[in-house]
């Protein structure tokens, strides 16, 4: 085994796919370099440069983080890109909370669309009867 | 009877009602692309992380995370995703017909139920009905950013972490193609082991966890749901879109045969009055 598949995915499109012969990341625990027939491996990926070399050729990622699951024959590296801290999690939980409570509170929604569609159906309606009325005529 | 200016008054009324629905139909038309587009780039993410996890759960692990716990079902959350705009024709309501329906169930077996709530009519909806609202996230827009869900989720994941909650699911519209849109029910937590084929054959295996388990396995399995969630807020999207263009087309073709038929009325009425009226001096004429 001389090589092995990469995939270098982030959450809203495939970065790369293909496969290489050696492997470099910036792992939560200092650089790793992952060679074909790697033992089963799952670490956090810290923000860096992700290498993919193949060959003579080398093809370099930048990553803000996210995980690396290296198997023998496949490595799958997800990257964030949305910046990500513990303290920001909470603060947008709250927020998510004080919306809801906010919106229980007062009751409003878009009334634009019903308006319309009442008076639509209240002209079919009117239509209706118009034409009854003509065939008592 | 009718008279002439009202059958008019009534025409140009649903005329300009037309204008407005032909408008939204091409706007939806022209947002398909996009909101598809940005539903199929999120699918390798999903694909991906979904094998890792699959990965996991077929070694076997020293550490088991609380995601996996089968636990007595008391109290079921529902993160539904709607739309936050309207006039998308029934994409919505059968959905949400979908989870009362199952919410009605979990009253009868004595299981609590809670809403996470993503999108303005789905907010709207369960706050009318009345449920337990955690936490919602609204106007995330036609390109939604995945930060977004974050605290949405991690409140849901909380509460299941504390024991609050034993069962989590995800309720959102599955895209099949443009004229037809699934409403689904996924079961997020517990995560299925899915089918250990690999570990009947293969020998015992474990990952090395750089740093340790508990944290890898945390951050990897909490990644995995927020894709999934983030997945299904996309797939939404598209869903609106095009349920839109077509509740929208129709609206347009109804409207048209609504005007045709009222000025077949107006000239009816016109002929009528012009009938009468010549009748009028007629029998003027006659009377003289």
């Given at each position: 085994m001389s090589e092995f598949k990469v995939s270098i995915v982030s959450s809203n499109e495939e970065i790369f796919s293909g496969t290489a012969d050696m492997l470099y990341a910036t792992g939560s625990l200092g650089e790793i370099g992952i060679a074909p027939g790697h033992s089963p491996l799952l670490t956090g990926l810290m923000p860096g440069p992700v290498r993919v070399c193949n060959e003579d050729k080398e093809e370099t990622f930048f990553c803000s983080g996210g995980f690396i699951e290296v198997q023998p024959d496949v490595v799958t590296v997800l990257s964030d890109v949305a910046e990500r801290a513990d303290s920001m999690d909470e603060a947008k939980a709250i927020a998510a909370k004080e919306q809801a409570e906010k919106d229980l509170a007062d009751n409003k929604d878009n009334v634009d669309f019903a308006k319309a569609a009442s008076q639509l159906a209240e002209a079919a309606a009117r239509l209706k009867t118009i034409q009854k009325l003509r065939k008592k005529i | 009877m009718a008279n002439t200016k009202e059958v008019r008054k009534q025409i140009s009324s649903i005329k300009s009602t037309r204008k407005i629905t032909s408008a939204l139909e091409m706007v939806a038309a022209s947002k398909i692309k996009k909101t598809q587009d940005l539903m199929f780039g999120g699918r390798p993410y999903s694909e991906k992380v979904k094998e890792v996890i699959e990965h996991i759960a077929s070694s076997s692990s020293e550490y088991s995370h609380p995601f996996y716990e089968e636990r007595k079902n008391k109290s079921t959350c529902y993160i539904v995703v709607g739309s936050?705009?309207?006039?998308?024709?029934?994409l919505n309501i059968n959905l949400f017909k979908k989870i009362v329906a199952e919410a009605a169930e979990n009253q009868k077996n004595d299981v609590e139920t809670s809403f996470a709530l993503i999108g303005v009519k789905a907010v709207t909806f369960f706050g009318n009905l009345g449920g337990k609202v955690l936490g919602q996230a609204t106007k995330l827009g036609d390109k939604p950013n995945p930060e977004d869900l974050i605290g949405l989720t991690k409140i849901v994941l909380d509460e299941q972490k504390k024991g609050n909650i034993d069962r989590v699911v995800l309720c959102s519209n599955k895209f099949v193609n443009t004229m037809t849109q699934q409403p689904t029910l996924q079961q997020l937590i517990p995560l299925s082991h899915g089918e250990n084929k690999e570990s009947q054959t293969s020998m015992q295996w474990d990952y090395i966890y750089e740093p340790e388990a508990k944290t890898l396995l945390d951050g990897l399995l909490t990644r995995y749901i927020e894709s999934l969630i983030f997945q299904a807020v996309l797939e939404n999207n598209a869903c609106e879109q095009a349920a839109k263009m077509i509740a929208m087309k129709n609206a347009t073709e109804n409207a048209g045969d609504l005007i045709k038929e009222l000025e077949l009325l107006y000239n009816n009425v016109r002929q009528a009055a012009i009938t009468q009226e010549l009748s009028e001096i007629v029998g003027g004429a006659a009377a003289v």
């Open positions: - | 936050d705009k309207g006039l998308c024709g029934g």
